[in-house]
């Protein structure tokens, strides 16, 4: 056998021993929750039948826990066990799980008590096919009401179809977040730098720069040059996205958003527009990241230009869950009394 047929053998080999084990990982992670869930409904029983007696209740969960630690190992802390009991309860059938997920994410998803929140991470971590850390830094980073808030139209119609179909893309005001948040570089809150630092910053870490990007993001370059006659002028970082077709522009401002910002960033996209998309891309998307909108009025700013043009705050620290989801009541709030009216 010559080397080139030895080495077709191996790779088909390889790809029959791969294909079987995602699928033994698959089968044995779907026992699992069942299991799981089995054993949060026997216990969630037994508790209904001593629902009169906390203290029976409290030493069973204790008890349980030491006899099953003891014969099967790790895996079953009281933690644990309160989990498989909160997991039967909140999904209550095999039928609603997802084979997709581990048990690992649905103990992260348990931590959540908003049923629409839970569902909408639930969707977004089954598309977008997150880690489990990946899914603990989205809800830690309170995506869900980041993306309620991007375009301040927050209503419960919204909640409720972020609930059911996760963030879909479909237009250039679907890929953008308010504000960004860029905790995994490391900066301290408030530390003065310069845009070029930002830039190198993002760039080294920018596996998880695309994570907050969101779907669909795939890394251009930085400093792509434009040129008008002989001037020539750099976009900070530029990306593509695959699901609209579009180049996405990004320009960092370390200071607050100032109204010539937009301008420079329109006549980029209209060079890309011109020079630089083929016949099967979709107009180009320019993004704004900034430490703050100020008191420039971005219906001002931005209208009369027909280029998508979106300006974003960013922040280098994990964002108030409590704020956000104080200023997400309120804008819906305001969207009721508004269409009552």
């Given amino acids: 056998m010559n080397e080139l047929d030895h ?115 639930e969707v977004e971590c089954i598309n977008s096919k997150w880690s489990v850390r990946e899914l603990r830094r989205q809800i830690s980073s309170s995506l869900f009401e980041r993306l309620l808030l991007s375009n301040g139209e927050a209503n419960k119609q919204k909640v409720l179809d972020l609930a059911l179909k996760g963030n879909e893309i479909a237009k250039p005001e679907d890929i953008v977040k308010d504000p960004y948040v860029f905790e995994f570089l490391g900066i301290p809150e408030d530390k003065p730098m310069m845009e070029s630092d930002l830039e190198e910053a993002l760039v080294r870490q920018i596996e998880k720069f695309l994570l907050e990007l969101g779907k669909g993001f795939m890394f251009v370059g930085t400093q792509q040059r434009v040129t008008f006659g002989n001037v020539h002028y750099y976009v900070d970082m530029v990306f593509y996205n695959k699901i609209l077709r579009s180049y996405v522009l990004i320009e960092l401002k370390t200071i607050k958003l100032m109204p010539e910002a937009v301008g420079q960033l329109n006549m980029y996209l209209n060079y890309y527009a011109a020079e630089v998309n083929d016949e099967n891309d979709n107009p180009p998307i320019g993004l704004i990241l900034c430490t703050d909108k100020g008191n420039v009025d971005m219906q001002y700013a931005l209208g009369g230009l027909s280029n998508n043009i979106f300006a974003s705050k960013y922040v280098t620290y994990m964002p108030d869950k409590e704020q956000l989801l104080a200023q997400v009541e309120a804008v819906i709030l305001k969207n009721e009394e508004k269409n009552k009216k």
Avoid: P
């Avoid at 069942?34 to 949060?40: D, F, K, L, R």
């Avoid at 009991?85 to 690992?104: C, D, H, I, P």
């Fill in 7 to 121: 080495n077709k053998l191996i790779t088909q080999i390889e790809s029959l021993l791969d294909k079987a084990r995602n699928q033994v990982a698959v089968q044995v992670n779907n026992t699992l929750l069942v299991t799981y869930m089995e054993i949060g409904r026997l216990i969630v029983e037994d508790m209904m039948e001593h629902q009169d007696d906390e203290n029976y209740q409290k030493a069973t969960i204790t008890t349980i826990s030491k006899d099953l630690t003891n014969k099967f190992g790790k895996g079953f802390s009281r933690a644990n066990i309160w989990n498989m009991m909160a997991f039967y309860k909140e999904y209550g059938s095999v039928q609603t799980l997802s084979e997709r997920l581990s048990w690992s994410h649905y103990c992260e998803l348990l931590s959540i008590s908003d049923k629409d929140k839970r569902h909408f991470y």
